[in-house]
């Protein structure tokens, strides 16, 4: 009922002489959004329940993965010498260094990304916008719930 309603409410959009949607940039935007959201789900699943993700990964590197412990890996000696193990990894790098930072780097680009492919190119009504940033919402929170709801529940 709901899928009627909202077919209702755009059709007299699409009923006008109106430049067609670029279907791609939708896809292009929503499959970056997926990766943001999939890369989110998994961020806030080792942060905050990192007992149900080594019960599914056994093997999973806790150096690496538990964000308890991978935080010092950005460090030489952590707490002795708190220079950086290598360039880069308390700053610039630092998403090298775990799988924390890693998958936070990743949906923050991803969003920076989805955005850019949105919003670049000619200029099209206010409604194309509308419907290009919803798909890429929709997309990234469908991602976030497959890893964090779904797998790990």
């Known amino acids: 009922m709901k899928y009627k309603i909202l077919v209702l409410l755009f059709l007299p ?23 943001g959201g999939v890369a989110s789900g998994y ?19 806790d150096e690496y993965f538990n964000p308890e412990l991978s935080w010092v890996r950005k460090y030489k000696d952590w707490p002795l010498n708190t220079d950086a193990r290598y360039f880069g990894s308390k700053d610039i790098l630092v998403w090298t260094t ?26 099209k009504p206010w409604w194309h916008y509308a419907i290009n940033v919803g798909s890429t919402l929709l997309a990234r929170r ?12």
């Open 13 to 35: 959009f699409l009923s006008f002489a109106q430049p067609k949607l670029d279907i791609n940039k939708i896809l292009i935007g929503s499959a970056i959004g997926f990766m």
């Open 43 to 61: 961020h806030e699943v080792t942060l905050h329940h990192y007992p149900k993700f080594k019960a599914i990964h056994p093997y999973a590197n």
């Open 98 to 123: 775990d799988f924390y930072h890693l998958t936070n780097t990743i949906d923050r680009i991803s969003f920076l990304s989805a955005t850019l492919v949105v919003t670049i190119g000619e200029k």
């Open 142 to 153: 469908i991602g976030f719930g497959l890893v964090y709801d779904y797998i790990y529940k």
